[in-house]
């Protein structure tokens, strides 16, 4: 794991705790106006410690920022690049950058929506997932599955995808599958 999806991990799992989250709500609520750790105590009717610390983790995490007069105020972009490290974690992640095209189809490195069938992105995403299995040779059913269930949760319809768009072969018996047509070559 990279340094940065630890970070996002200890993020997000700092987040657990009900008492930083309800801070971390109540400053988002407040806005630009923040809060002191007095009004986020007695808002939350939470002791000075218990508040303090909430609000001393989150200005860690980077969730929130503290001013010299005692205000605090929400940093909700924190947690908008804690799901940006995350997502760049996801297998596909380094290889949707080169199929700008096809992220509207991707949430958090998963695959969410097929394009039409008759859309010009449905042969580029066979072409991406292509790239994703990246197949030498034959392999079975079960294989394919697996790798694709890595990015997608309607495996049986990418895989149909890949058959019907010519970037995957399958056996008569439907149960080995090969590439069915060279990959173009990266553009450097």
Do not use: K
Request: proline fraction near 7%; aromatic fraction near 4%.
């Amino acid at each position: 794991m990279s340094l940065e999806a630890a970070r996002a991990a200890d993020v997000l799992a700092q987040l657990s705790s009900p008492v930083r989250l309800l801070a971390l709500a109540e400053l988002v609520r407040r806005g630009e106006d923040g809060a002191t750790l007095a009004e986020l105590r007695e808002t939350l009717d939470l002791s000075l410690p218990v508040a303090g610390d909430a609000l001393a983790r989150l200005v860690g995490l980077g969730l929130a920022t503290g001013s010299g007069s005692g205000t605090y105020r929400a940093r909700p972009e924190g947690l908008r690049e804690a799901a940006a490290a995350v997502d760049r974690t996801q297998p596909i992640a380094a290889l949707l950058d080169d199929y700008p095209q096809l992220r509207s189809n991707f949430s958090h490195g998963r695959l969410t929506a097929m394009p039409p069938t008759l859309s010009d992105r449905t042969p580029l995403l066979g072409e991406l997932l292509a790239r994703f299995l990246d197949l030498d040779g034959l392999c079975d059913e079960d294989r394919i599955n697996r790798r694709l269930a890595e990015v997608t949760d309607d495996v049986a319809g990418a895989r149909r995808m890949l058959v019907d768009t010519g970037w995957l072969e399958r056996d008569r018996a439907g149960t080995t599958y090969g590439p069915g047509r060279p990959l173009p070559q990266p553009v450097p």
